[in-house]
């Protein structure tokens, strides 16, 4: 078949999948593979050791799946109504979930849907030797989007699209078949823009397209395990579960989408919840209201953590220092300790 007519074909139904954006990879890494390997070196991927693991499969596809000859790269839009983002971030006694977690967990559905696009194009050519990723493997995601067209990677290193902005998730189809690459890799468009780096709470954006991930929110109340450092406790404010300041904030956001996928809607009314309600949960609780959610992942401990640390940046109310009493005798010691932590800064409140 025509290549190109096999390209059209399988734009339109990458449409028809809920695909917002499409293209053809690339696999020529080799200034992102530097990038990488120098974040990894100063250490700026925190406890994340998986990022240092399986050398440099990352930045070559074909040593993850042998045989691969080009990538497929597709996005998926999960934005929401930014306004209510921020004020959810402006009520102390609310809880903040970065707005990709506030629905069913995007793996499985993008898994899904990148495989009746492998599906459909096999049902045009037969088959043919592929791999589907959605964050499953180690791969360079972003880099790999961008040379397919769909973006550059911002100063707060998310990709971003002229058009649509920054609110997708990114997944990738790994193919044996030689189709032809994206000629043009998209111009950054940041300019002398440095919005992002200068709303960060914690600075996390050490220099343009540079995260010190140790200091990002995102990393200390997801993949940050055991006590979260005190210099970075009052700059999480409410944000319990992630972190979307630099989205938020971003220009070319207001080109976003809001999402129309039925799955992304937000479960147990996570875009407005109470801090309160959230603290109460007990853990068969939250590990049933978190089933199918990317919220799992962070763990009861560690959801208790955060809400401890978001309630010491709340109002010295008395239900917040009854909650905060309650926990200090919690049985795990990092409960224990951020509650303490949280009860003597609404007591120092109280006294100022
Ligand atoms: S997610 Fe939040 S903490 Fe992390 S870089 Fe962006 S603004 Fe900073
Ligand atoms: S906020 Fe400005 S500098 Fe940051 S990613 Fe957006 S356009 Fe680029």
Redesign the pocket.
Known sequence: MDCTALLDKIRVQSRTLGFTGFGIAKAELDADQAHLQDWLAKGQHGQMDYMARHGDMRARPELLQPGTLSVISVRMDYGTDPEQAWATLAASDKAYVARYALGRDYHKLMRQRLKQLAQFIESEIGRFGYRVLVDSAPSLERALARNAGLGWI???T?L?DKDEGSWFFLGEIYTDLELPGTTLTPQG???T?????DICPTGAIVA?NRLDARRCISYLTIEHQGSIPEEFRTAIGNRIFGCDD?QL????NKFAKIHAEPDFAARNRLDEAGLLELFAWTEDEFLQRTEGSAIRRTGYINWLRNLAVALGNAEPTPEHLAALRDKCSHDHPVVREHAQWALQQLETKLRT
């Open positions: 911002g100063k707060h998310c971003i468009h940041c300019g823009c440095t919005r992002c780096i343009p630099c904030v971003c220009p070319w």
